[in-house]
């Protein structure tokens, strides 16, 4: 075990990530500040923020500050609240500080007679404890503190965590080793992991935590019954001192599987009353409950269709439930027919999302927040942004992101998200014109959503390294700082963690910067080509399989044949779907001249022969893009290797193993699509590199 | 529950198949000599002759016949051994009587005035069991049994079933429920079923059962010790009483997993000592023990290449292990590179086993056994005969057949694989010139084999009619009495099965045996055509996937193209497979001209528009086969429609239900097949039936 930030408890040994602390030496000359902290409040946050400052201090420092409630001359550390008297009199006159929000901090440097105080202050007690992360950032990035003054709002409001763990310990789509939650269908007694889990999140400045999958199976449905609320409450506490709420997952169907109801019909008052009382129960063990997270209808998960009732009244009937207590209903709109006719050309499992609920817009409840896939198929390496997004002025609606790599090489293959969901958040969606970007949109701005947010799917698991390949970290610590900023830039964010992480030595920072910034385009080069998706083996979805999908019931095809490949979603000969988007991105999506390269088999059907805009056709792009994709890899692990000895042995041995699988099983993905494509069109590559038979 | 012929144990319902016993009515006028059983001789299996007689008497006749050591006048049935004097004293004179080998029988009718007798006479008490149950199949198949005068020698001397069952109840390509010998690790206690299942398996003249899957895993590596022997010794007792044999499959690293020992190299003194101990006892517990079943070096099972030691060090030290005890070690051929690179177009699977043992001809122990898979790949639906058979004169060989339907529907489809084992068994090797039939090589003939036989891997489960599907009982019948008999045609063992089975209704005879003996080459038409194989689902093997193999480690390729498909075996141009045939072979599968359609894709890549020798282009074929599979499919359900009423309602009602499944899946098989060809080739079909696009 390297690092010395996170005090490894009996028998777990596991990395601290970004939140390592490492002795910081001769860069701070002023120490006396750090000597002491003054205290201005008192509550579980409050201690959580303490405790992390003096932790962080006398790792970085080596100085054990006294915890004091006020001290007579300069000099300190001052953890406050916005109604602290010293702090209201000396910042209540700046116009940023009126404007924090609940969850808003400032960072102030103060000088006196030469003597430097730094006031950590929040307009609640969160915002201490964001603002005293952000402060240990600082020390670690060696950034200068004398002449601080940080203001901070999050830009969302809901920066949320799925976990789709399982109660038998099992994590659906995780690859970084089983549940820190959960074994054997118990809760796992030990929360000392899940503390230090709290710190990583809160430290990014995540705030709400569903812990259990979408995915409600028999033993997660109880999870809302009295045999499971205490252990549930426990992890509560230990989430809430770091200022995020719990949330869980639950099963539509809980009123008969374990309310001993006949139905599930949400304007059954039968119903309705049980899941009242039943949320009056979770209340009483967990005050400050989130509230539920609900996948119905969607991939044989019952739901409200049952009932012939539709997604409002399904979700609605919750909200009513949740409304008095504060709780709110994230429903996914993540439902499509999973029983396709793959000859069926005429339905479209990209439609499907917008189809479903855009004819509801205005009739949910306002706790309700609609939680929509960043694309329209499935967290493919290449997606069109949703057309749901903006396309509902009077619902609230927030974004899922997928941090696990379930598409996108599952932590064996290097692939950094933060470039993608940057492209996300940033497209440009027209609802009200230009400048209605899909950030806009979730962060409520667009149209004033009472919530909204983001939420995304974990990559974690109690693997040592918590997401199986070392640098899968970054997309867990990225993923929080863009929800809590989506304006971040990619090169921001990245820069951050390299530095926490590994450290600021030029080569280091620049190497593994390189890398991950690189690393989502070199997955997308030897994978599935132009943003057709898809191309993976059936189940695990790991590895190549080009007609793995292709006659499956599951809507997810690329039409390939001997003359060309790709799916046409034009309005004018195909499913139609590029008229779901407002009319300047339709346009673009409907042209193949103004489609862009990279999602051109995701909206047209076009002969191996087209030519692309950057002139080559696309079978030569296709081989291009494999060919290089390897080389690309090989130029990864060629990086990382001019690290040894910058880095500790263990985590440069487990990185470098991750690389050489990616490398070999690149060159897979490299030759199995070259020789579909191959084989299929019979045109050669005009480089003569090795296309096998 | 239907039938009348199994008493039912508490608990357990499950279905007699064709030991039903039937009453038959007004048939048998002569009905006293059924009143007296005379018995000649006492050991368990004259036990379970007697009880198996007087069940069946009193079952079919309504009789209870009284069982007597002699009696003083004519009218009775008499079951004894070649050694009773009476025996010799009426019989001897007979040629087919002297020429009886150890486990032949004959029946035969005296009348002595006017009274009627029949003689049931073995060898030895095992030919006595047998002639009882030929003789109860001729009273319900109502035949004349006056003037009986019947030899039966088997032709293979072993007759073996093979289970792929593990500890935990599992079974491996088991498509009829669960183990019936284990669960949960341990031995089932109540032996009622397995009982059941010995009777069965004996009626059809089975003398040697493996219980325990060739991939040997840790828990059942544990049978040969202390640990389980007195639970093996349990089945052993009762297989024993029906004259079948118990073997077990090993794990050849043994010595290293429950030995304690460094290594399980086959020329280490510890090594061979450990087995000598372990042999000695197993022996201990069970005297007649079989011997081993191995499968080593294949599919990561360990073996002697481990130690640089070759197939034959290896089986021989085992075999000398056994030698003393009368055992024999059955040592698969199926081993082949399992981590074949798909880029790779000079390494052939299917030379494999010739390559692997054919240098080692005159190497093995005179007790062990090559048991070698019918084709060369693994079990498809069509592969041409492996060309093994007859090319070691010096070395023992058996055959493997496999009646679970692993890629032939897994007993969701109707695919009764008599006919296809009778191609295979006619197959003449030209081993030694003309005449040198598979069936003459697996019966010792043609070399004159110390050991040799037909196995085969089992088809039941523990569901209630054992087989999955009812009528696929009907290949584990066939296979007992085509072990026994290789001459026997599948139309009379199938006829014997439907009448045993269903009774006499001439429609119902009539129908059951045209869908039986048509049903491989329906499944073969709408399934993978021209003998390709290999177009399933990875895995679990259900269902079309063209691809599904193409790019995998297994060796199992189509090299489908846009211009044609199929596997160049040849000398000529190809890996040289032909080679391995006796010349007349070699020279037919090597010409295309001569090479037989129904193989032709597995021996020759050829383009599409290849003209087959029925006048029709490969591409055409493909069509009509898959067109015309579907309709027959259609008919299989039209025909067992017909039944309705003739049938018991539970037998029609399950075998309705798997043939609607049958229908839906070979439409699924025909227009994916249909529409990948269409694809690649661009070739539409002549008859313009829809395929789509």
């Keep these: 075990m390297e690092g010395n930030g996170i005090v490894l408890q009996e028998g777990e040994q596991y990395e601290p990530c970004w939140l390592r602390y490492e002795k910081v030496e001769g860069y701070y000359q002023n120490l006396s500040l750090f000597s002491n902290i003054v205290v201005k409040g008192a509550s579980p946050v409050f201690h959580s923020a303490v405790e992390e400052l003096s932790r962080g ?27 602290d008297e010293e702090v209201k009199h000396r910042f209540s006159s700046l116009r940023e500080f009126r404007q924090m929000n609940k969850e808003g901090y400032t960072i102030q440097s103060i000088s006196f007679n030469g003597e430097l105080s730094i006031y950590l202050v929040g307009k609640t007690d969160k915002g201490v404890l964001y603002a005293v992360f952000h402060f240990l950032r600082l020390l670690q990035m060696k950034k200068d503190i004398d002449h601080l003054s940080i203001f901070e709002n999050p830009k969302n409001q809901l920066r949320m965590i799925n976990h789709w763990d399982n109660m038998d310990g099992s994590i659906e789509r995780g690859y970084a080793g089983r549940s820190i939650f959960f074994k054997d269908y118990q809760f796992i007694k030990n929360g000392n992991r899940i503390k230090d889990y709290a710190r990583l999140l809160s430290s990014v400045g995540i705030n709400g935590v569903v812990i259990n999958n979408v995915n409600v199976h028999e033993a997660e449905t109880k999870l809302i019954t009295e045999e499971f609320l205490s252990d549930v409450a426990k992890i509560a506490d230990i989430f809430r001192a770091y200022g995020i709420q719990t949330f869980l997952s639950i099963n539509y169907a809980s009123p008969i599987q374990i309310g001993g109801l006949s139905t599930a019909d949400p304007l059954d008052s039968s119903v309705q009353q049980w899941w009242k009382s039943t949320v009056e129960r979770i209340y009483q063990h967990i005050p400050d409950f989130g509230g539920f997270l609900v996948k119905a209808d969607s991939e044989f998960r019952p739901g409200p269709f049952t009932y012939n009732r539709n997604h409002a009244e399904g979700a609605n009937m919750l909200a009513k ?20 006719d793959w000859r069926d050309r005429s339905t479209d499992r990209a439609k499907a999302a917008y189809d479903h609920f855009k004819p509801l817009d205005g009739q949910f409840h306002n706790n309700v927040v609609l939680q929509i896939k960043n694309g329209p198929m499935d967290f493919q390496v290449r997606e069109p942004v949703s057309p749901l997004f903006g396309a509902m002025p009077k619902t609230n609606q927030m974004m899922e992101f997928q941090i696990t790599q379930e598409y996108t090489g599952q932590q064996k293959h290097l692939c950094y998200l933060i470039p993608q969901w940057k492209e996300v958040l940033e497209f440009d969606t027209y609802a009200k014109g230009k400048g209605s970007q899909v950030k806009k949109v979730v962060d409520g701005s667009l149209y ?32 929080g700082r863009l929800a809590w900023n989506p304006d971040l830039s990619a090169e921001e964010i990245t820069n951050e963690w390299v530095l926490l992480t590994f450290g600021d030595d030029p080569e280091v920072v620049e190497q593994v910067s390189q890398m991950l910034l690189d690393s989502w385009r070199i997955y997308e080069n030897y994978t ?51 008229a779901q988007y407002f009319p300047e991105n339709a346009e673009m999506y409907e042209s193949i001249e103004s489609c862009p390269d990279e999602l051109l088999l995701f909206f047209h059907h076009v002969p191996y022969t087209h030519r692309l805009k950057s002139g080559e056709t696309v079978i030569q792009h296709i081989y291009n893009t494999h060919f290089e994709g390897v080389e690309q890899a090989k130029q990864l692990r060629e990086r990382w290797k001019r690290l040894k000895g910058k880095i500790d042995e263990k985590r440069y041995r487990d990185v470098l193993e991750r690389l050489n699988i990616q490398v070999e099983h690149a060159k897979e993905w490299r030759d199995v699509i070259n020789t579909y494509f191959y084989r299929k069109s019979g045109i050669g590559d005009k480089y003569n590199r090795t296309i096998y038979k």
Excluded at 322 to 333: D, K, N, S
Aim: hydrophobic residues 35%.
């Design 57 to 83: 201090i006398s790792s970085i420092l080596g100085i054990q500050p006294k915890v004091v409630k006020s001290v007579e001359k300069s000099g300190f550390i001052l953890l406050g609240t916005i109604d």
């Design 321 to 340: 439930a949740l409304q008095p207590f504060g709780g709110i209903v994230i429903w996914r709109c993540f439902v499509y027919n999973c029983q396709q």
């Design 448 to 479: 004033d959503y009472q919530y909204s947010g983001i939420a995304a799917v974990s990559n974690i698991g109690d693997d040592p390294n918590w997401t199986g390949h070392t640098l899968a970290q970054a997309n867990l610590y990225g993923y």
């Design 528 to 578: 599935a080509p132009l943003g057709v998706g898809w191309m993976v083996n059936p189940g695990h979805h790991y590895g190549p399989n080009v007609d793995g999908y292709e006659y499956s019931p599951w809507g997810t095809y690329h039409y390939a044949d001997r003359y060309g490949i790709g799916v046409d979603r034009t309005v004018r000969t195909g499913t139609g779907f590029t």
